[in-house]
């Protein structure tokens, strides 16, 4: 079993910065692509940014320029800075990794979420 454990979340101003962790722990092999999701409320959970095993990003525009994804592979940690907010930014923030576990079988795990307040 694996076990995703977001950090990081809180209430900032518009125009502030956050910065979210997720370290990923368990039964681990390797770790393939990990990401960043949010559900705001009423709305679909969305892609917010996404980083493979060899450091290739994938931004949604509307974060695009403002947000950054990296992740430690020697630590399992993915990292989402998040600068210039704005308050459509609000909502629960996910990680989310597709984790090869010791069978080499590959599993797609969620976080249990953090929330990221925008709000002056």
């Known amino acids: 079993q694996v076990q995703l454990v977001e950090s990081g979340g809180g209430l900032v101003q518009p125009g502030g910065s956050l910065r979210l962790s997720c370290a990923a722990s368990g039964n681990i092999f390797s770790i393939n692509a990990m990401g960043w999701y949010r559900q705001a409320p009423g709305k679909e959970r969305e892609l917010v940014a996404q980083?493979?095993?060899?450091?290739?990003?994938n931004y949604s525009d509307s974060v695009k320029g403002r947000f950054t994804i990296s992740r430690d592979n020697a630590k399992n940690t993915v990292f989402l800075r998040m600068d210039s907010l704005k308050p459509e930014d609000t909502a629960i923030y996910y990680c989310?990794?597709?984790?090869?576990?010791?069978?080499?079988?590959?599993?797609?795990?969620w976080g249990q979420g953090t929330q990221v307040t925008v709000s002056s």
């Open positions: 989310n990794a597709d984790v090869k576990g010791l069978t080499r079988v590959s599993v797609n795990y």
């Open positions: 980083v493979s095993s060899s450091g290739i990003t």
